[in-house]
């Protein structure tokens, strides 16, 4: 990716769409660094690397009536931990993405006569903020048992971790219901897929995050696959994936 105006940033939070309501998105990584200075340091300072963090932090345009607008989300998730997932562009299938599993923090609403109503929020990081991409595309209905694109992460070395986020944007249907879960393969073929994580069965928006135990995978392509049931169900939906 060459260097670009932010234009079309998105930003998903739990089971939340944010993105048209946001006009800034800011993600910050981050390792306390550590003093081990002593007389054979040679008139430096020595540092080793401390516990990591990471947070997420947006505000823009405030809107409510409705559970998928920024203020019925913010108060339902405050105090909770769930998945953000923050493209740079736009979010299709093997866009740059960055995830992590997020302490909704803090939420802001409220500002000066004349002024757009504003809100801004922040989540604390519960897991570390991986560099990945999007797996599926947002705005792609699915009503009925499917796979999606294979994209070539790489493998996952011993000691590493493949991270993966499920936001659940909105659900329709009678006794819908969809299990997502991620695949990996040798090849794009995905002629014999290994299921390397399952979410939890999902009836309502919502968002949930999940990773590997460390222990290596030696397949190079991952996908999302679901299985939908219900009467007339259908699903929006995005997910995303990374290794760290």
Not at 177 to 187: P, V
Request: aromatic content about 8%; some cysteine.
């Amino acid at each position: 990716m060459s260097k670009f105006v932010l234009l079309n940033c998105r930003l998903f939070a739990v089971g939340a769409d944010l993105t048209g309501a946001s006009n800034k998105i800011e993600l910050t990584a981050e390792h306390e660094d550590k003093e081990t200075t002593n007389y054979y340091s040679n008139g430096y300072k020595e540092l080793l690397g401390g516990l990591g963090s990471a947070e997420a932090t947006a505000e823009g345009q405030w809107e409510a009536g409705d559970s998928s607008l920024v203020d019925d989300a913010s108060w339902s998730q405050l105090g909770g931990v769930g998945p953000w997932t923050a493209c740079p562009a736009s979010a299709t299938v093997g866009d740059l993405a960055y995830i992590t599993q997020c302490l909704r923090s803090s939420y802001s609403l409220g500002g000066s006569i004349g002024d757009v109503a504003p809100w801004s929020g922040k989540g604390a990081s519960a897991w570390p903020l991986v560099r990945g991409q999007m797996a599926h595309p947002a705005g792609t209905a699915r009503t009925s048992t499917g796979t999606g694109t294979g994209v070539q992460l790489g493998a996952v070395t011993t000691g590493k971790r493949l991270y993966a986020a499920l936001h659940v944007l909105s659900v329709s249907g009678t006794t819908p219901s969809i299990t997502a879960r991620i695949e990996s393969d040798a090849d794009n073929t995905f002629a014999s897929p290994t299921t390397q994580l399952t979410f939890t069965a999902a009836t309502a928006a919502g968002g949930e995050a999940l990773r590997t135990t460390g222990t290596a995978i030696t397949d190079t392509w991952f996908r999302v696959a679901w299985t939908i049931s219900g009467t007339t169900p259908s699903f929006l939906f995005a997910t995303s994936f990374g290794i760290r």
